[in-house]
């Protein structure tokens, strides 16, 4: 999440913006532009019972999706998860999911988290497995794990399609040790060790496959902090395909400052780039501003402004050919106690499992042409 004050400037700015917007969606989804969810509670939700529905009509999850445009599923892994709730990602529970991704036609994005449960700006835990390690031990053992993994996917027939080595990784993965802003100062070097240790894993186990790697900025509307991050770990000689952001208005910034980015990204990069992680509530709430989060609302939180919001990131997404997809983070949320896994208002289905209107804001119109 990107962290920053915002000025009166820019509310205004965030204002006139959304007032002349005048998107539509594209045409024809016949081309290679990508739309995909993180669909990594799903089984959990299905497990506990979770039933989802269009129009009042039950169907299978996926093939929801896969009727509303969708054609790639993420996936996080955990080290050793405990299981509970959200945290239940462990590489048995990935695979009976990626099976079922699979099976639905669709293809696979896995996150490696190097923790035993949530990684991002705020926390990246290293894994209890791994504490105490030496540097030297801690890095062949990111390499170990990952090439274990790799080699569990292929075996069951499951190989990904796009791997992310690291989930939001800006300050750093696995700390103390891959933290990069140390009291001593910047430490680049350890931090891409880990981070080439886990690419080397996955390559070992692909090899001419050509699988492309993400490394995940969760900077999505901050261009000088992207610049920073991705000129580093390029110095540093970490070798990947895809720079990989997330997007949420509220901690990271307005519409116009996610273009600002994605055209110099564009032009300052080679890589391809793909926003990972977005999303919108639709439900009523809406954080309130605070130290951690922008002053920022391009629409109301309700189930037409998430619509209006994926709509708006589409047609901004398709104006630049360096971008490859979108993927949406938890479009499968449901409101089910038992599960342990809480509903936060930013599923694409009501608490009862009913579709909101934006599950369908990346189905296209297939062309005459």
Not at 188 to 204: H, P, Q, R, Y
């Amino acid at each position: 999440m990107r962290f920053k004050t915002l000025n009166t400037i820019s509310i205004i700015a965030a204002i006139t913006f959304c007032l002349s917007c005048n998107y539509s969606k594209p045409e024809s989804n016949t081309d290679d532009f990508i739309y995909g969810g993180d669909f990594s509670i799903l089984k959990k939700m299905e497990d506990s019972g979770g039933i989802y529905k269009v129009n009042g009509q039950a169907n299978d999850a996926l093939e929801i999706f896969k009727d509303n445009g969708y054609t790639y599923g993420r996936v996080r892994i955990f080290h050793t998860p405990n299981m509970e709730g959200p945290v239940c990602n462990s590489l048995e529970y990935t695979i009976a999911l990626s099976r079922k991704i699979k099976n639905a036609g669709m293809k696979i994005m896995l996150d490696f988290h190097y923790s035993d449960t949530w990684a991002d700006p705020q926390k990246q835990f290293k894994p209890k497995a791994w504490e105490g390690l030496s540097f030297e031990t801690l890095t062949d053992s990111v390499y170990q794990y990952t090439k274990h993994v790799m080699e569990a996917m292929s075996n069951a027939g499951l190989m990904p399609d796009m791997i992310q080595v690291g989930n939001e990784i800006r300050p750093g993965m696995i700390w103390p040790d891959g933290l990069i802003y140390k009291e001593s100062g910047e430490d680049w070097e350890s931090f891409c060790t880990l981070v080439k240790a886990g690419i080397k894993g996955v390559n070992d186990v692909t090899g001419e496959l050509n699988i492309p790697i993400i490394i995940h900025n969760d900077q999505g509307a901050d261009f000088e902090g992207c610049k920073y991050f991705y000129d580093n770990i390029i110095e540093q000689g970490v070798e990947f395909d895809i720079i990989g952001l997330s997007y949420y208005p509220w901690w990271h910034g307005t519409f116009n400052e996610l273009e600002n980015n994605l055209s110099k990204l564009s032009q300052t990069f080679s890589h391809d780039i793909m926003i990972v992680e977005t999303a919108y509530y639709a439900n009523g709430y809406y954080p309130e501003p605070e130290e951690w989060v922008l002053d920022i609302q391009p629409f109301p939180p309700t189930e037409q402004g998430q619509y209006d919001f994926l709509i708006t990131l589409d047609s901004i997404a398709r104006q630049y050919p360096k971008l490859k997809g979108i993927l949406y983070w938890e479009p499968e949320g449901l409101y089910i106690p038992e599960s342990k896994v809480w509903f936060i208002g930013r599923s694409l289905f009501d608490k009862n499992g009913n579709a909101f209107k934006g599950i369908h804001a990346f189905k296209k119109e297939e062309s005459n042409s």
